[in-house]
């Protein structure tokens, strides 16, 4: 009995700045009888942005009920008592002001156009000399307004391959990401189902953590996508899933 939603929002509510065709009606809908939590490896803006964004989109939604890789980010180095060299957008950075301390790790976000040379090379040489290596998260691209474009990935694979060190993931798919959204419920991982467009971080993320998953064929989705993996359940959008989990109860 699926009790519980983790809805991933980029691609699945929206792509770039356009709603999905019906994700505003079937979110009212899903609150009549799911708990939900919105999980997101944007890391370009901070949760409070889109927070607003969403609101100003038209969709029901309260602050505290949006998980992002930032939020896992800030977590994370407050837990450690540590401070860090990030590589991100001006106001992502600002997220983090209230951070103290030594800079103990590099954390690399979806940085825009703050990934220049200068930027990861001053990671590089941070990572060069003792600091550990965090990031939001390693996805290949996202869907944008006007096409597909670049995510972190690729940033962090390039500051892997030159310190020869693997970065920590915080976002999707860790599975303490996924843990913290389905506590907050206060339901089990068996009660919940996730929702997403990324085969890799959504679907292969959620079932190596033990949960069902449901992936959408809007957003970043591919047909190529099935042949890595095999989501519990297809639906073509976030329209159609209402009428899945009625068929499911």
Same mark, same amino acid.
């Not at 944008?144 to 999707?172: M, N, P």
């Not at 860790?174 to 907050?184: H, M, R, V, Y």
């Given at each position: 009995?699926?009790?519980?939603?983790?809805?991933?929002?980029?691609?699945?509510? !929206?792509?770039?700045?356009?709603?999905?065709?019906?994700? $505003?009606?079937?979110?009212?809908?899903?609150?009549?009888?799911?708990?939900?939590?919105?999980?997101?490896?944007?890391?370009?803006?901070?949760?409070?942005?889109? !927070?607003?964004?969403?609101? @100003?989109?038209?969709?029901?939604?309260?602050?505290?009920?949006?998980?992002?890789?930032?939020?896992?980010?800030?977590?994370?180095?407050?837990?450690? +008592? %540590?401070?860090?060299? $990030?590589?991100?957008?001006?106001?992502?950075?600002?997220?983090?002001?209230?951070?103290?301390?030594? $800079?103990?790790?590099?954390?690399?976000?979806?940085?825009?156009?703050?990934?220049? !040379?200068?930027?990861? @090379?001053?990671?590089?040489? !941070?990572?060069? +000399?003792?600091?550990?290596?965090?990031?939001?998260?390693? @996805?290949?691209?996202?869907?944008?307004?006007?096409?597909?474009?670049?995510?972190?990935?690729?940033?962090?694979?390039?500051?892997?391959?030159?310190?020869?060190?693997?970065?920590?993931?915080?976002?999707?798919?860790?599975?303490?990401?996924?843990?913290? %959204?389905?506590?907050?419920?206060?339901?089990?991982?068996?009660?919940?189902?996730?929702?997403?467009?990324?085969?890799?971080?959504?679907?292969?993320?959620?079932?190596?953590?033990?949960?069902?998953?449901?992936?959408?064929?809007?957003?970043?989705?591919?047909?190529?996508?099935?042949?890595?993996?095999?989501?519990?359940?297809?639906?073509?959008? $976030?329209?159609?899933?209402?009428?899945?989990?009625? @068929?499911?109860?």
């Amino acid at each position: 009995m699926i009790k519980g939603l983790l809805l991933d929002i980029g691609g699945v509510l !929206y792509e770039g700045d356009k709603v999905i065709d019906g994700a $505003i009606e079937t979110l009212k809908e899903l609150r009549k009888n799911y708990k939900i939590r919105f999980l997101s490896n944007t890391s370009r803006i901070p949760p409070t942005k889109l !927070y607003e964004k969403l609101k @100003n989109m038209g969709f029901e939604i309260k602050e505290n009920e949006i998980f992002t890789a930032l939020n896992a980010a800030k977590l994370f180095l407050q837990n450690e +008592n %540590a401070n860090a060299y $990030i590589i991100a957008t001006d106001e992502a950075k600002e997220f983090f002001n209230d951070l103290k301390g030594e $800079i103990k790790y590099v954390l690399v976000c979806d940085a825009y156009k703050n990934f220049t !040379y200068d930027n990861l @090379n001053q990671g590089f040489r !941070y990572l060069e +000399n003792g600091a550990g290596f965090i990031a939001t998260n390693k @996805n290949k691209y996202f869907k944008d307004s006007d096409g597909l474009s670049l995510d972190a990935g690729g940033f962090v694979k390039c500051l892997e391959f030159a310190s020869e060190k693997e970065a920590k993931i915080l976002g999707k798919p860790n599975c303490e990401f996924f843990s913290l %959204a389905i506590k907050d419920m206060g339901l089990d991982k068996k009660e919940v189902l996730m929702v997403g467009d990324d085969i890799v971080s959504d679907i292969i993320g959620a079932k190596t953590c033990f949960l069902k998953t449901c992936l959408v064929k809007t957003g970043k989705f591919k047909e190529s996508d099935l042949l890595k993996a095999k989501p519990d359940f297809l639906i073509e959008s $976030i329209a159609q899933l209402p009428k899945l989990l009625n @068929n499911l109860s």
